[in-house]
């Protein structure tokens, strides 16, 4: 007789422990075991081992995979269990690590495999091979594709969370503290009588009344500084919305900026500031002609405006001329500085709520959670586990698919908080997803690439961009550290088909099969295969952490950020005032449910997982192990470095700060 010690892991989450009993089978390259009884059930605390020995009449070889089951154990009924490896040692001394990290919930037999990365065409063991086949003939099932709407990313087909796969959904601890936070929210402002009141408001210090209770830091900086040129600017730099701005090179002909109306620190000529690169434009043409909402019987008004701005000689970024529609007219007059306050403090309200409806739904929703979840579905339905893309990006899908049925079902729905009370939901929202994913390129989810086409590399105090391209670099060194050591040559690549079959799903069920995109439709190199899962790395962390976790700071104050707007813009100078401020701002109750969505969407659970944590030890080999090692310590590197800088700023920028980037697109 030959004895395997086996240990079996259990996971560290709530409710992962069995009463079951649990049984085990060895399958090797010379013959299996006979099915185990584990001594259960594994009824201990969670995060613990539990030890037992497998004894064979001989030796069954090289271990290939492993069988799990379990069994209801006297009275205690059925339950689910959540084992997150199991290790074995062979007689002949070899040890053996089978990651698993997924619920059981029945009494069927699961397959899992030894923890050693192998790509299809290397599986050559025919057990392995079947193992392979039915998992994925699995996932198809668990995992299918779905159109929400003609002209946005394909979906996850569910009903509810319930109807998710167990390994996809929240832990207890994300789902009460999810749970508490949009309740407790809510609760709260119906208390103060203000979720529910239509009335509009009276004064601004009024607006204090929803504000006060959620205020933060920045928050109160944001209610200070709202009214300030230059905040208004650096918004574009590093508030929560850094992807529209881009260098101007010349004045669009829709945009006839005359150079005698615009002031300029330093006193040069508007057509010189352009040449010297110091000009800068933000067009918000995707939302020209947008059908807008009815909130409260009234109909909301939401403009497609064009923003000058310009860099002074003392590195600030100054808006210098505001044109609120598209087309030029009489009626539409370009707005300066110098006009009364009220015409231009008008201006740039109308702006900032183009800016948070077009940042909502391109910029966070579209270019973070959808496509995120069209990375995960992809992983999930043509990638089996012992696949090193597997390996490499399941962290990176962590909550996603539940965090957007939930967006579809409580946000966007014909119920949801953004169709309700904000002037883009309803119609306009399909209107400009299908806009926005119909101008997105390839070029612009990749950081280094989208700084440079938008010529933005030399701009002063842009942290977005500095500690962005910092994070890019690390991630893209690491991904391809990892990548490389299974793909030696571009031949590997072409010749893997779970990771082409990945790729192409992407592209149609993403991207729509549209060639515009420059998505790749398939890898031919180990290259372009290493800067695509960067991006997807970048996009699942960095780039939600950037445009998600200041939503509230930014937006909480509500006149720095209005839902929607319920008067027209003016036609004429010298029309406004303050009363007439007050009369277009939302009404009581889209500012404090918008209020409160914001707050929730900001607010991180305490099982918060950040980049470049792997607790899930799915990688098995010696490289992959050490460099993540190694791409924390260069993460612990950049935390300091922001924090050294970030002591000499009076606004510190700490939303790419990687302790606060968490892995995955999770809330």
Known sequence: MVDYEVTIFTGNRAYATTMNNVFVKLVGTDGESDRTWAKGPLSVLTGTEYRFTVSCTKSIGKLVLIELDKQRFLVFPEDAWFPAKVEVKSPEGDAYTFPIYRWITDSEVHRFREGTALRDFEDKNPLGMYSREKELKQRAE????????????????????????????????KFTQFAFTAAAGLTELKLEGLADCKEKWTEIEGIDRVFWCKETAMSEYVQEHWKEDAFFGYQYLNGVNPMLIRRCTTLPSNFPVPDGMVFLRGQSSLKEEIEKGNIFLVDYKLLDGVKTNTINGKKQYLMAPLVLLHKTPQNELMPIAIQLKQTPADDNPIFFPTDSEYDWLMAKIFVRSADFNLHQLNVHLLRTHLLAEVFAVSLLRNVPMVHPLYKLLIPHTRYTLQINLLARNLLISKTGIFTEFAASGGEGMIEILKGSLSSMTYSSLCIPDDIAERGLEAVPNFYYRDDGLRLWKYIHRFVQGV?????????????????????SDIFVHGFLSQDCTGIPQSFTSVAEMVKFVTMVIFTCSAQHAAVNSGQYDYGGWMPNAPTSLQLPPPTKKRTTSEATMLETFPDINTTANGMAALWLLSKQSTDFVPLGYYPEEHFTEETPCKLIKELDGELKVLKTRIEVRDETLKVPYTYLKPEKVENSVAI
């Open 142 to 173: 668990d995992y299918r594709w779905k159109v929400y709407a003609e002209g946005m990313p394909h979906c996850i087909e569910a009903e509810g969370p319930l109807s998710l796969p167990p390994e996809v959904r929240f832990s207890f601890t």
């Open 483 to 503: 990548l490389s050591f299974y793909y030696k040559t571009d031949a590997e690549v072409e010749g893997d088909s779970e990771l082409q079959k990945w790729i």
